[in-house]
């Protein structure tokens, strides 16, 4: 791994409820560099994930390089639909999985970060939800396609608003995309793929907005196919991760723990000249213009 010395910095990472998301993987790495860890975990996971990590579920995958374990200096939930709480419906604050939790929303987790911690130095948005995922695009509703966008690409704007006042001068933010923002990927519908572009196209404008207004950096990492909880409710990803398999340039699909040296490096001081970009990690499949296994190219 790279070697960088993170001791004395401190992470939120946005979107950690289980071991197998990116997110997972971010802070394993960040924290294999002696960053403190606090993540925010959607609220209707927090109790199934508060409970995995407690009776030992996650005791393998914690494991670091240096023999510790990944360690959460603090866990808060947080539902990034919402930025305030005067937005939250009354169906959702009277839900069972809600009604136990406070202080959930953007501005209020960034309040409480500040309180209990006083500042932060990175910031990750590994987060997307479509409720109509599975629908192609032209069968999506209106409300469907907004609520993808608001979920997985605003998101990342409202954290950053919030966050970026307690993040130290030379702190960076970072997102995670994929590349059906670019080309067309069938069955990645709901109006994800609009969601992904657009959360690219913020990324570059919130790179110059937030890196004048704070001098911080913000990037994203296109990650290619992997099989993490959120990416099952696709329906199709072990034929994606097959797809990947066969016609990447390295004939295989990424590791999750490709991804979080990739985030530690751009979140680190050894990309401090770096702001404004979309970095592949998908063992180069985006570079592809034909697929290797099709019939037409078969001999």
């Given at each position: 791994m790279l070697t960088v010395d993170l001791r004395g910095k401190r992470?939120?990472?946005?979107?950690?409820?289980?071991?197998?998301?990116?997110?997972?993987?971010i802070a394993k790495a960040l924290a294999s560099a002696g960053c403190d860890i606090l993540v925010g975990t959607w609220p209707p996971?927090?109790?199934?994930?508060?409970?995995a990590l407690s009776n030992g579920k996650f005791d393998e995958s914690k494991k670091l390089p240096d023999g510790t374990s990944l360690a959460f200096k603090k866990i808060y939930p947080l539902d990034a639909l919402y930025d305030t709480p005067q937005e939250v419906p009354l169906e959702i604050r009277e839900n069972k999985r809600y009604k136990e939790l406070s202080g959930y929303t953007i501005s209020e987790v960034a309040a409480s970060v500040k309180a209990d911690f006083g500042s932060i130095d990175f910031l990750v948005h590994s987060l997307a939800n479509a409720p109509e995922i599975q629908k192609p695009l032209l069968e999506t509703s209106r409300s469907g396609y907004l609520a993808a966008v608001s979920a997985s690409a605003y998101s990342f704007t409202s954290l950053i608003k919030h966050f970026a006042p307690i993040m130290s001068p030379t702190g960076a933010a970072l997102t995670l995309s994929f590349h059906a923002s670019q080309a067309v990927i069938p069955g990645y519908g709901g109006g994800m793929s609009s969601a992904k572009a657009a959360l690219e196209s913020d990324t570059r404008t919130l790179a110059y907005e937030a890196g004048r207004a704070f001098g911080i950096r913000v990037n994203c990492i296109s990650a290619g196919a992997w099989g993490s909880r959120a990416a099952r409710a696709i329906g199709f990803i072990d034929t994606m991760i097959d797809y990947s398999t066969k016609?990447?340039?390295?004939?295989?699909?990424?590791r999750a723990e490709e991804v979080g040296k990739s985030?530690?490096?751009?979140?680190?001081?050894?990309?401090?000249?770096?702001?404004?970009?979309?970095v592949y990690v998908d063992c180069g499949l985006h570079t592809m213009g034909v697929a290797l296994d099709s019939a037409s190219f078969a001999s």
């Open positions: 992470a939120f990472i946005a979107g950690v409820g289980d071991d197998k998301g990116f997110g997972w993987a996971m927090m109790t199934i994930f508060t409970g016609n990447s340039p390295l004939g295989r699909p990424i985030a530690l490096f751009l979140l680190s001081e050894s990309a401090s000249g770096m702001t404004g970009n979309v």
